[in-house]
């Protein structure tokens, strides 16, 4: 199994559907992190959460909404989403944040296409 | 405005021979820098890293050169393989952010038999 899991792999939705992404890290790290990247573009990030407290917004639109229950998952709730949404969304995992020199462990992604 | 850039989307090598991935960047605030390689369907994986304080860093097949007063580094991988087929994404760090790595657009290396 690997260090982090992402489920579902691949997700359709329509613009009015409900679903959420989940991520799960097996690596006993107190960081996460929701990176998105959009075809051509370099990963961006979304979120971070240290000690489940969200540390970062990377002035996402509301439509996004995360949840860290605990330093192993994350979640990102997804509503009301537009085409220009389609991405894939990528979950790491790090020891910790901040002191510069963190090294992230991604997980292979959730495919997401908005219809 | 684009902090980390690859300014070459793709490179092809043959075998055996060397390949050389650029990257460049703005902020002069950057102290940690790294390489991240992806394969199809699968996440990123981490590959090597230099911190500002060095000029290189050696790994293996796999070295990063850092060129601090031209804002600029380099991959190196010699001899490549065809299992180096992947998108290489440079990503910059600085001390006192919160873990925030910056990204480059990738740049898909083949390496041809």
């Known amino acids: 199994e690997t260090g982090v899991t992402q489920t579902p792999r691949h997700l359709v939705m329509g613009m009015t559907n409900k679903k959420s992404l989940k991520c799960e890290q097996h690596l006993g790290h107190n960081a996460m992190y929701w990176y998105k990247q959009s075809a051509k573009k370099p990963l961006e990030l979304m979120f971070v959460y240290n000690f489940k407290e969200q540390t970062e917004n990377n002035s996402v639109p509301s439509r996004f909404s995360p949840e860290c229950p605990n330093s192993s998952h994350l979640f990102l709730h997804l509503h009301t989403l537009q085409p220009e949404d389609s991405a894939l969304y990528l979950c790491a995992s790090s020891p910790r944040t901040g002191g510069g020199n963190e090294k992230l462990f991604f997980g292979s992604g959730t495919q997401l296409s908005v219809l | 405005d684009q902090q980390v850039k690859q300014n070459s989307p793709s490179l092809s090598v043959q075998e055996g021979r060397i390949s050389i991935l650029n990257c460049d960047y703005t902020?002069?605030?950057?102290?940690?820098f790294l390489w991240y390689k992806k394969y199809p369907a699968e996440g990123p994986t981490f590959l090597i890293s230099i911190s500002s304080i060095k000029d290189k860093n050696e790994d293996g097949r796999f070295t990063v050169f850092l060129n601090k007063s031209a804002k600029h580094l380099s991959l190196h991988i010699v001899p490549s393989q065809p299992g180096d087929s992947a998108v290489y994404f440079c990503a910059a760090s600085y001390s006192s952010n919160t873990g925030k790595l910056i990204f480059g657009q990738g740049t898909t290396l083949q390496v041809k038999p």
């Open positions: 902020n002069s605030m950057f102290d940690y």
